[in-house]
């Protein structure tokens, strides 16, 4: 069986969770109060931390849900490689471009990024306990080199990523039975030491 049948075969084991909506929408408020933190630190606009429990159901705490509803709504989040935990390795960051699959990759990106204006979305993947939390970030900057320049932030966007998760980590437990939501110790229970940095290049 070749690579591409096996990740397919990934994919379609997928699913998301049954009150998806409710956890996209009905904690908005309370999302969005946390994860605000985060909007605007190395010109990052969007944050959404993506939880998919070792039954491949997926949850999404979005700043912004919108973007994760596009997909939804109109059933494109499978041909997204960014719900699948099976393409994605361990303490990486990938590029949302490089996610979608070929055939669909023009509706994906006009969905995900066009219509809100993103110039690069990224993921950072941290795989705990049977779980992958997934840190989606996309930024809105137009300077030049933007993947050097995430990728070099790449320890301190998984700090970001580790204090978002870990302000909605008591959301995201009712949606986890019959597991229990992953801790990541006490070393991140404190807002990480991140600096804003304010680079007028950015434009």
């Known amino acids: 069986m070749n690579k591409l049948v096996v990740i397919q075969e990934a994919t379609v084991a997928l699913k998301l969770h049954p009150k998806i909506m409710d956890i996209l929408f009905y904690h ?8 605000r933190d985060l909007k605007g630190i190395h010109g990052i606009d969007h ?19 919108s973007v994760e509803y596009n997909l939804i709504a109109n059933e494109l989040w499978k041909f997204d490689r960014c719900f699948n935990p099976m ?18 990759q023009h509706e994906l990106r006009h969905l ?9 979305g990224m993921n950072l993947v941290r795989k705990i306990d049977g779980f992958t939390l997934i840190y989606s970030f996309a930024t809105r900057n137009k300077m030049d080199d933007l993947k050097s320049y995430y990728s070099n932030l790449k320890d301190e966007l998984f700090q970001m990523g580790d204090y978002g998760y ?3 980590r008591g959301m995201s437990e009712r949606y986890c039975y019959p597991y229990v939501a992953p801790s990541l110790g006490e070393e991140i229970r404190r807002r990480p030491h ?7 290049d950015l434009r």
């Open 28 to 35: 908005k408020r309370d999302v969005s109060s946390g994860l």
């Open 112 to 120: 995900k990024e066009d219509i809100h204006q993103f110039t690069l």
């Open 194 to 200: 991140l600096k804003l940095v304010i680079n007028n």
């Open 166 to 168: 870990k302000l909605i």
């Open 47 to 65: 944050v959404a931390i993506i939880m998919i429990n070792p039954e491949l159901e997926i949850s999404i705490f979005s700043l912004f849900p």
């Open 87 to 104: 393409t994605l390795e361990d303490k990486t960051l990938n590029w949302w471009e490089d996610s979608y699959h070929l055939s669909y």
